[in-house]
């Protein structure tokens, strides 16, 4: 059980500390990612509320207080960085990696996280 609580939270802050990355870098450099984004062929207004969205669910990965959103906030995690893979492999630039790391170890934080931090209805 140690092991595994190991590994979920090692797997837990790689992903949430990619997602934090992402979602400090559009906050920070707004122009520059939606340039980056309309080149990969999406909307440039949508990159404010997605850092927002990544914010909350990192939060919700960590605080794990209400179940459904938990699952929410995994999920939508998974949508985004399904997503970030294939645009950034469709363009073409290298930018899948992490993306790819944030795939293996997402579904790996979910299932392991579901043993060592059960969580309760409020």
Known sequence: M???????????????????????MYFRNTASVQGYFENLQYPAYIVIPLAV??????????WRGVPWLTEWAYAGLFFDAVLAFA?????????????LVVLIVLPISYFLGKRVRPMYEV
């Open 87 to 99: 645009a950034h492999l469709n363009a073409d630039d290298g930018g899948y990696l992490l993306s």
């Open 53 to 62: 969205a990544k914010v909350l669910a990192v939060l919700m990965l960590l």
């Open 2 to 24: 140690k092991t595994q609580r190991i590994i979920y939270w090692i797997t837990t802050v790689i992903t949430c500390a990619v997602f934090i990355y992402s979602a400090q």
